[in-house]
């Protein structure tokens, strides 16, 4: 049972380069989110889906776009790459009802130059 | 803008005291969370408390919950050094979407 799985873990973008971040989750979860991690900002919430084939905005949305094509997949793109999205992002999965807690994956550490 | 404020944001103790950390928040919650993250790795879930209870253990860790100050507080019970971490509170503010918003966190260290 692996967990969440997130690729790649580390990786160097050039400015307005693209690249897709992938997040798997074995646990047949319904909820899937990507939260970004910046120092001293904490964790703020990029898109979350709350089942196959729906997505939505949170807190911090401009210039990332996501996909849920699959119940265990959640994908996270960025079309054009700043320095701004230098960060570590972090996906999560949850299921639905009081009692449950997110499941992370061990992060993907991005540097945009 | 984020939800949780903890407080405070960095704490050094020796091994073997407790350790308390408090967090705040601003809207009505379904529930409030509390994980754990060690350096460079990803968030662990702790302990959740739901909106209608007030303290919940799990071993070593004791959670309070006071809907009333819309606070919280985490104690760690005779520390380890093993628990020097981040720790995040999280809230679940009745969006049936099971979104949490995140504190900035508090550091632990923990001196053995």
């Known amino acids: 049972n692996a967990g969440v799985t997130q690729t790649p873990k580390f990786r160097v973008l050039k400015t307005g380069q693209s690249m897709t971040l992938l997040c798997a989750q074995d646990?047949?979860?319904?909820?899937m989110y990507w939260y970004r991690q910046d120092p001293g900002m904490g964790l703020r919430l990029i898109h979350y889906s709350v089942g196959e084939g729906t997505t939505a905005k949170g807190e911090v949305p401009d210039g990332y776009n996501v996909s849920r094509l699959k119940k265990q997949n959640f994908l996270l793109g960025l079309e054009s790459a700043a320095p701004s999205q230098t960060s570590v992002y972090f996906c999560a999965s949850s299921t639905p009802g009081v009692g449950y807690g997110y499941t992370f994956g061990s992060g993907t550490r991005l540097t945009v130059v | 803008s984020q939800q949780g404020e903890e407080d405070p944001q960095a704490l050094s103790i020796q091994e073997g005291e407790n350790a308390t950390m408090n967090c705040s928040y601003k809207?009505?919650?379904?529930?409030l969370q509390w994980y754990r993250q060690n350096s460079g790795r990803g968030l662990v879930h702790l302990i959740l408390i739901r909106s209608n209870e007030r303290e919940k253990h799990s071993g070593r860790l004791r959670v309070t919950l006071d809907t009333s100050k819309k606070s919280s507080s985490l104690l760690i019970t005779a520390s380890r050094a093993a628990d020097t971490a981040s720790y995040f509170c999280?809230?679940?503010?009745?969006?049936?979407?099971?979104?949490?918003?995140f504190g900035q966190g508090t550091t632990l260290q923990v001196k053995p």
């Open positions: 809207t009505s919650i379904n529930n």
């Open positions: 999280a809230t679940d503010a009745r969006s049936n979407t099971g979104k949490l918003i």
């Open positions: 646990m047949n979860h319904e909820y």
